[in-house]
């Protein structure tokens, strides 16, 4: 069974960083495009960033020269480097995987169970 398991939220200043972090575990064929998405209270949840396996990557305009995605095929990881927070990119963010089981299967969603990232003024 695949599971994502994300960290690295906290509570920062504004102009602040943080890094998250998600890895996958389980028995699976690829890893095809890893993602960072978030949600913040009474708000409808966003797309943030996005990396495939050849790290052609597509961002957000909100944050756009300010957040990064990598990706670590060998830890089956995904990071995303954040900086120069702003109070506005207070909310949860959950990674999302599309994560294809056998060589001769399609992809399927997984998503991690979240974590507070909260930028105070």
């Known amino acids: 069974q695949v599971q994502l398991v994300d960290s690295g939220g906290g509570l920062v200043q504004a102009g602040g960083s943080l890094r998250l972090s998600c890895t996958a575990s389980g028995r699976f064929f690829s890893i095809n495009v890893m993602g960072w998405y978030r949600q913040a209270p009474g708000k409808l949840r966003e797309l943030v960033a996005t990396?495939?396996?050849?790290?052609?990557?597509n961002y957000a305009d909100s944050v756009k020269g300010r957040f990064t995605i990598s990706r670590d095929n060998t830890k089956n990881a995904a990071y995303l480097q954040m900086n120069s927070l702003k109070p506005e990119d207070t909310a949860v963010y959950y990674c999302?995987?599309?994560?294809?089981?056998?060589?001769?299967?399609?992809?399927?969603?997984?998503w991690g169970q979240g974590t507070q990232v909260t930028v105070s003024s």
């Open positions: 990396i495939t396996r050849r790290d052609n990557t």
């Open positions: 999302n995987f599309k994560i294809r089981s056998t060589i001769l299967g399609q992809d399927y969603d997984y």
